[in-house]
């Protein structure tokens, strides 16, 4: 199984977040250290960055009230 990761950044250079692509369940998943356990799955990765940008706060990485 091999993986496929892009990492998310802020505006301040960190780290907050990844986007990776798993090609044994060919499925996109986001991972936060502030929700590591965020449990959705996306078929696209255009998927994946839509959630990201509409549900994340891209400042933390945490879900959004």
């Known amino acids: 199984m091999s993986t496929k990761t892009t990492n998310l950044t802020n505006k ?27 449990p959705r799955t996306f078929p696209t990765q255009q998927d994946a960055f839509y959630c990201w940008y509409t549900t994340f706060d891209q400042k933390t990485g945490k879900l959004r009230a």
């Open 12 to 38: 301040a250079g960190e780290t907050v977040g990844a986007l990776s692509f798993d090609e044994g369940a060919h499925s996109w998943r986001i991972a936060t250290k502030a929700e590591p356990n965020f």
